[in-house]
T-cell receptor, first 114, second 111 residues
Framework: AQSVAQPEDQVNVAEGNPLTVKCTYS??????LFWYVQYPNRGLQFLLK??????LVKGSYGFEAEFNKSQTSFHLKKPSALVSDSALYFC????????????FGAGTRLFVKA | NAGVTQTPKFRVLKTGQSMTLLCAQD?????MYWYRQDPGMGLRLIHY???????AKGEVPDGYNVSRLKKQNFLLGLESAAPSQTSVYFC??????????FGPGTRLTVT
């Protein structure tokens, strides 16, 4: 069965410092991996995805993620955090069988302190 | 171009009442999904549809029904609401295996 784990409920970082939000996955076959962000009282917004190709994927708002097949990880990163990055982040994997269902991690809350 | 919209935004129900949540999309996507979001549990799939006239059960379908009579609309029904269905409900659409587009959510409280 496909699954996604986000080992940290919360990540705290100072503004201007680099940030990392961790994600590991378990899939059969090649993974389709995604990161989404949710701001308060809003729906989820797509940040970036890995389908194939370069292991370093760049996305919206200066975020990037590194796909590591051997460690089955897809960590979200940003070189310099902003207070406005404070939000709830979800890692997700796409089930490519019947219906293209998406399995979401439990989410990691990011706090960026000024 | 509204994307994905949800109606209503908020609703309070008494136990045993019924209601329907409407999701509408103008992106011509084939796939539509209903999720519920509860604290610490991420998003859980309730039902989904791979095209007009088709529906299928997700991870937590009990107590909910859905219909996809038109490609652009996906309805989620609660026939007899229970306090355990207090949640935030999100609709999402996609075209194939790519990223999903989410609506703004419906906050439902069942007392």
């Amino acid at each position: 069965a496909q699954s996604v784990a986000q080992p940290e409920d919360q990540v705290n970082v100072a503004e201007g410092n680099p940030l990392t939000v961790k994600c590991t996955y378990s899939v059969s076959g090649n993974p389709y991996l995604f990161w989404y962000v949710q701001y308060p009282n809003r729906g989820l917004q797509f940040l970036l995805k890995y389908i194939t190709g370069d292991n370093l994927v760049k996305g919206s708002y200066g975020f990037e993620a590194e796909f590591n097949k051997s460690q089955t990880s897809f960590h979200l990163k940003k070189p310099s955090a902003l207070v406005s990055d404070s939000a709830l982040y979800f890692c997700a994997v796409r089930d490519l069988t019947g219906g293209f269902k998406t399995i979401f991690g439990a989410g990691t809350r990011l706090f960026v302190k000024a | 171009n509204a994307g994905v919209t949800q109606t209503p935004k908020f609703r309070v129900l008494k136990t045993g009442q019924s209601m329907t949540l409407l999701c509408a999309q103008d992106m011509n996507h084939e796939y539509m999904y209903w999720y519920r979001q509860d604290p610490g549990m991420g998003l859980r799939l309730i039902h989904y549809s791979v095209g007009e006239g088709t529906t299928a059960k997700g991870e937590v379908p009990d107590g909910y029904n859905v219909s996809r009579l038109k490609k652009q609309n996906f309805l989620l029904g609660l026939e007899s609401a229970a306090p355990s269905q207090t949640s935030v409900y999100f609709c999402a659409t996609t075209q194939g295996a790519l990223e999903q587009y989410f609506g703004p959510g419906t906050r439902l409280t069942v007392t």
